[in-house]
């Protein structure tokens, strides 16, 4: 009796097992969310400004859903559009990046690129992401500058190792990022120093939010700081959160909006639309983007 009830017990949990993971890779990873934040870093009486915060789109040519959806964000009518990197899992995805994009790159925008966005992902063993530490290993070369070529031809700001002003929403906003740090591709040393005066708004950019290059963005008086990366954790315990951030940021702040410890600086931290194409799934932790509206202090 004992036995047959082991075996019904052992029956259920692959049950419940089966159902999770079949939730979580036909249903979750594509129910695309928009988070709506408000941010209060603008001076006093200053009207909102609305940024559009697209990240990790990991695409693949066959993802017309993911490409519909993320097109649709037009009707959000951001005043500034910041991609934080990993845009692409395939070397035939630059279409479908752009299919998504097509809509917002008539709007100010500027962008970083991610790991994904340089070198195609290769299959691991999800369990790897637990490790402190870790090989990287990448795959075939991606077609990185037929999409900077793209973004630059709409008048988007490169944000990789560079820094710059333009105009969005009718303010001048300074944005200094760095590519992406994760593979050891960041220089903000290129770009520090304090925030030029008479700005309206200062942004930093980056796509991993490394502690080595967020403290000093901080430190320079960026009010806003915009990353990915993280994927929020991608499979999340429920009143738990995430398991890791794949980098050194602490788990808690895996997505969302928090300050950045000890500094003025709120960071931000999309959760991403996509997945690593070899683990495509997502469980309590949708897939997002973010509309981060800017209000007065």
């Known amino acids: 009796m004992r036995k047959r009830s082991l075996i019904s017990a052992a029956a259920a949990l692959a049950a419940v097992g089966g159902a999770t993971l079949a939730y979580a890779s036909l249903v979750e990873r594509n129910m695309f969310t928009l988070r709506r934040f ?24 066959e993802q017309r859903r993911k490409q519909e959806w ?51 992902p290769v299959w691991k063993n999800p369990l790897e992401y637990l490790l402190p530490e870790r090989e990287y ?17 709409a008048g988007w700001a490169d944000l ?51 502690s080595r290059v967020l403290d000093p963005m901080a430190a320079d008086g960026f009010e806003l700081l915009l990353a990915g990366h993280t994927h929020g954790g ?19 702040m895996a997505k969302g909006l928090h300050r950045w410890p000890g500094s003025d600086s709120w960071l931000h931290v999309s959760a991403g639309l996509g997945t690593h194409p070899t683990a495509p799934i997502r469980f309590a932790c949708r897939p997002e983007a973010s509309m981060l509206t800017l209000i007065p202090r």
């Open 234 to 252: 991608q499979v999340c315990v429920p009143g738990y959160g995430a398991l890791t951030t794949n980098c050194d940021l602490p788990s808690r």
């Open 137 to 153: 290993v990448q795959g075939v070369d991606l077609p990185t500058e037929d999409l900077r070529a793209a973004f630059l031809d």
């Open 160 to 210: 990789n190792n560079a820094r710059t002003i333009i105009k969005a929403g009718g303010r001048s906003i300074e944005l200094a990022g760095v590519d992406d740090p994760h593979v050891d591709r960041d220089d903000y040393p290129a770009v520090a120093g304090p925030i030029s005066p008479g700005v309206d708004l200062h942004l930093g950019v980056t796509h991993t939010p490394a």
């Open 38 to 61: 408000d941010v209060p870093v603008l001076d006093p009486d200053a009207e909102p400004l609305r940024i559009l915060h697209v990240s990790d789109l990991h695409m693949m040519p």
């Open 70 to 120: 993320v097109a649709g964000l037009i009707g959000t009518d951001p005043d500034l559009v910041v991609v934080t990197g990993d845009n692409l899992s395939s070397p035939d995805a630059v279409p479908g990046v752009l299919r998504a994009l097509e809509p917002l790159l008539d709007v100010p925008g500027a962008f970083v690129f991610g790991s994904n966005d340089y070198r195609g």
